[in-house]
T-cell receptor
Framework: GQNIDQPTEMTATEGAIVQINCTYQTSGFNGLFWYQQHAGEAPTFLSYNVLDGLEEKGRFSSFLSRSKGYSYLLLKELQMKDSASYLCAALDSNYQLIWGAGTKLIIKP | GAVVSQHPSRVICKSGTSVKIECRSLDFQATTMFWYRQFPKKSLMLMATSNEGSKATYEQGVEKDKFLINHASLTLSTLTVTSAHPEDSSFYIC???????????FGQGTRLTVV
């Protein structure tokens, strides 16, 4: 079956770095997305990886290893506004998104 | 990125009535639209996928006669919750994808409360 695993909740300190991991098993693979979702709001796009390696966008970076079925989202210089849920989603062979349950990130001062 | 507008953002309706939610792609042609439902503290649950001009494909367990989806144009899809019940109260989100694109863009979501 198809499955996405990511931690349920993580806590980090303002100004620090946090890495949110995601492992996936899908029927075919056409890329992996990370979305940020604040409570009561729709998800917003953060990154898309289809090739192995690290993609950096400002304070956020996303890494993909296709051979390991593994990705991570790295958040640097954490700010209080980064408190949100982070959703990992893999695009399968039919170009359907398979969603993880999301990781709730709590930032403490 | 592309813009997807979802309307209304919040709606309260009485049990037994129907509610229509609109999802519009403002600056691209959305050949495929996805409708999701999200329960508190849970991830998105795909309800159905619709391609412009075709009948929607519903996920297992989703009642197609209760959740009517119409994708009549390349910029508009609607979800109608018929004969709403309190258990239909949820956060409904649409996303849209253009032909050949991999990324889907999300609407703002609609919080439905059935009283």
């Amino acid at each position: 079956g198809q499955n996405i695993d990511q931690p349920t909740e993580m806590t980090a300190t303002e100004g620090a770095i946090v890495q949110i991991n995601c492992t996936y098993q899908t029927s075919g693979f056409n890329g992996l997305f990370w979305y940020q979702q604040h409570a009561g709001e729709a998800p917003t796009f953060l990154s898309y990886n289809v090739l192995d390696g690290l993609e950096e966008k400002g304070r956020f970076s996303s890494f993909l290893s296709r051979s390991k079925g593994y990705s991570y989202l790295l958040l640097k210089e954490l700010q209080m506004k980064d408190s949100a849920s982070y959703l990992c989603a893999a695009l399968d062979s039919n170009y359907q998104l398979i969603w993880g349950a999301g990781t709730k990130l709590i930032i403490k001062p | 990125g592309a813009v997807v507008s979802q309307h209304p953002s919040r709606v309260i309706c009485k049990s037994g009535t129907s509610v229509k939610i609109e999802c519009r792609s403002l600056d691209f042609q959305a050949t495929t639209m996805f409708w999701y439902r999200q329960f508190p503290k849970k991830s998105l649950m795909l309800m159905a996928t619709s391609n412009e001009g075709s009948k929607a494909t519903y996920e297992q367990g989703v009642e197609k006669d209760k959740f009517l989806i119409n994708h009549a144009s390349l910029t508009l899809s609607t979800l109608t919750v018929t004969s709403a019940h309190p258990e239909d109260s949820s956060f409904y989100i649409c996303s849209a994808r253009g032909n050949g694109d991999t990324e889907a863009f999300f609407g703002q979501g609609t919080r439905l409360t059935v009283v």
